[in-house]
């Protein structure tokens, strides 16, 4: 093949061309330093190159966000602490000015006190960050909480403010002030006891808070000093208190001697009255004395004999029931020769609670004593010595009435409120806690001595209203559902029920956005009777305390100690929610660090030129080219090279 002079000059152009664009392309990365300058340069680097600079741009804007949602945080964090610190110090003035040894102008200075924390708090709630109230949800053009001479509201709204602080991973970052402000911390009126007393129409079912009471065999035992009585409900089929008090008063086959059965006079149990002087009789049960000890029965022996031990008699009294039963054995067994048949005899002191032994003959010591080591039987009935002529016993120190169950396990005397004994003739027996209903008489509270109602006034934020309870006062019919109604019907935005224990009302407002007061709304303390004074809220119990000290109402300033407390974990948990927030900030910080280094590295090990192989390459690609020219030169004349120029 011929090669003409255009071929060389072609072929010589194309290998200096590319030798000067090496050259070029060389000194390019070495003053700059990076080995892609532009896509053709590596157009499979450029687009790793492109996709580094995009994450290292994402996790710019991510530390961005994160530096934002660390002093909006911070902001939060140290608002909370504030409230925090101010809750504790109302606290700490309601602990002290609670003390009765303060007066009323320390209390009234307190109340000023107290009026300038609330200001501090509604501040700390109100916190401004960057022009944005940081408590306000995305109402951030607005205080959090507004507060005037009535009560508290909440004026922002529950949208949450979200940054991206990684890829697809959002944080929250606000916090809504009605949370430890205004939302509730407790029911008004929880665990209080409206005490209902007992009423004749009450089902045993409802004592015991509605535990009811255990039937068993439905029998329990009533011992007085007339006897005793079988009382048995289950035959009589008693569900309620009067058929309960009608079957002691009415007790079969015999009815109790002047034994009377009633409510309490306190009006929260049953009382047992015994009319009867307290004097012993024949039918006098042995379990009732020496203070409802009884009488050893177990082997329940005793000896009587004569001085000179010529006539020993053991009696046995393991089967007696009552005085009579020992009488008649011990008599039975003295009418013989020996005690001159029938002279040595024992009775009842008609004047004192003791038995007396009387020999008519009096011509002989005669002992009495315990027929064994150990046992008690003579001396439990008074009547252990030795006597020629009479002897009168010990006082055997009778209970008037006792109560004992019909069996071992059974429980309903214990349930009842009866077991036990009294030496008096009136036994109260226990509070038996009956639950209150919708159905409960008004009058049947605070034990059937009724409460004194009058107005109470419940706020809700901005609104309030006083509701006269006093009609239901004068009314023997009105039960507690037609309280409840009055306060339901109100209008005012609250349910008021009873409690789970049913021992009382509560009653809760329907938002969580407004403080909620109940208080007096007259000289009376219907509210606080009612076990319904007081507020839900933090800021409703700041309020309560400055009036509460402005009156010089101890009562109602250590009511607000209780929701200080809840109050206090209230705002723990919304400052842990804050503090948790914050750590996963700062965690996403770290990892963002991170990210950014490793990007940092990946990007710049394809895009940046190895300076000393650069160089190296840069001085040989030089030579190449110089030498490039000198060849050229060399091979092409000067008017070929002139003309292609």
């Not at 120190?397 to 009136?426: C, K, M, R, W, Y």
């Not at 007061?517 to 009376?524: F, K, Q, S, Y």
Request: glycine residues 8%.
């Amino acid at each position: 093949m011929r090669v003409t002079n255009k071929m060389i000059s072609d072929r010589v152009l194309h290998n200096l061309t590319l030798s000067a664009n090496r050259y070029l392309r060389l000194q390019s990365m070495a003053s700059s330093g990076r080995r892609i300058n532009k896509p053709s340069d590596d157009p499979l680097g450029i687009t790793k190159d492109l996709h580094f600079r995009g994450r290292l741009a994402d996790i710019a804007q991510f530390n961005l966000n994160i530096s934002h949602s660390q002093s909006w945080l911070t902001f939060s964090d140290q608002a909370m602490a504030d409230i925090n610190d101010l809750i504790i110090q109302a606290k700490d003035l309601a602990t002290q000015l609670g003390n009765d040894t303060y007066d009323e102008n320390a209390r009234i200075a307190g109340a000023a006190q107290a009026r300038e924390m609330i200001e501090q708090i509604l501040d700390a709630a109100n916190t401004n960050f960057q022009g944005k109230y940081i408590f306000s949800g995305s109402r951030t053009d607005l205080p959090a909480i507004a507060v005037n001479s009535i009560g508290a509201v909440y004026q922002g709204d529950y949208q949450k403010f979200l940054m991206e602080t990684e890829t697809n991973s959002f944080l929250q970052i606000n916090s809504f002030a009605n949370e430890f402000m205004t939302e509730p911390v407790r029911v008004i009126g929880e665990g209080f006891d409206l005490n209902p007393g007992l009423q004749p129409n009450l089902w045993l079912t409802e004592l015991h808070a509605g535990q009811g009471v255990n039937m068993g065999a439905g029998q329990f035992t009533i011992n007085t000093l007339n006897g005793s009585f079988m009382i048995d409900l289950g035959a009589a089929n008693v569900k309620n208190i009067q058929q309960l008090l009608d079957s002691i008063n009415n007790a079969v086959p015999v009815p109790i001697p002047n034994l009377t059965a009633s409510i309490s006079g306190g009006g929260s149990g049953l009382q047992l009255e015994d009319t009867s002087t307290h004097h012993l009789t024949v039918d006098t049960p042995l379990a009732i004395l020496n203070s409802g000890n009884g009488v050893s029965q177990s082997p329940g022996t005793l000896i009587i004999r004569t001085g000179d031990s010529s006539t020993v008699l053991n009696i046995d009294i393991s089967a007696a029931v009552d005085l009579d039963d020992v009488i008649t054995t011990i008599n039975a067994a003295l009418n013989i020769p020996a005690f001159n048949n029938g002279d040595v005899t024992v009775s009842i002191d008609p004047d004192e609670n003791k038995l007396v032994f009387n020999d008519a003959s009096g011509t002989f010591d005669i002992v009495i004593e315990e027929a064994g080591p150990n046992q008690t039987t003579a001396a439990d009935l008074g009547i252990a010595g030795e006597f020629q002529g009479t002897m009168v016993g010990e006082d055997l120190q009778p209970l008037h009435i006792q109560v004992v169950e019909s069996a071992a396990g059974e429980t309903l005397a214990a349930d009842l409120g009866l077991l036990g004994g009294t030496e008096f003739n009136s036994m109260v027996g226990e509070d038996l806690d009956p639950r209150l209903t919708y159905h409960t008489l008004v009058s049947s509270l605070n034990s059937n001595m009724s409460i004194e109602l009058g107005v109470i006034r419940i706020t809700n934020g901005f609104d309030y209203i006083d509701i006269d309870l006093s009609p239901l006062t004068n009314d023997p019919n009105a039960t507690v559902l037609d309280l409840v109604d009055m306060i339901n019907r109100s209008g005012i935005g609250c349910t008021a029920y009873l409690n789970s224990d049913r021992t009382g009302l509560m009653v809760k407002s329907k938002y969580d956005d407004r403080s909620f007061m109940i208080t007096e709304a007259d000289a009376g303390r219907t509210a606080k009777n009612l076990g319904i004074f007081g507020s839900s809220d933090l800021i409703g119990n700041m309020i309560i305390l400055e009036k509460a000290l402005e009156r010089n109402n101890v009562q109602e300033i250590n009511g607000t100690l209780g929701v200080f407390d809840l109050a206090l974990d209230q705002l723990l948990t919304s400052r842990s929610d804050v503090g948790s927030r914050s750590i996963r900030a700062d965690t996403s910080k770290s990892r963002m660090l991170s990210q950014e280094l490793l990007m940092t590295d990946q990007l710049s090990q394809v895009e940046d030129a190895d300076m000393l192989k650069t160089i190296s390459e840069l001085t040989t690609a030089e030579v190449v080219y110089q030498s490039a020219l000198a060849s050229t030169a060399r091979i092409i004349q000067y008017s070929l090279i002139d003309f292609l120029q």
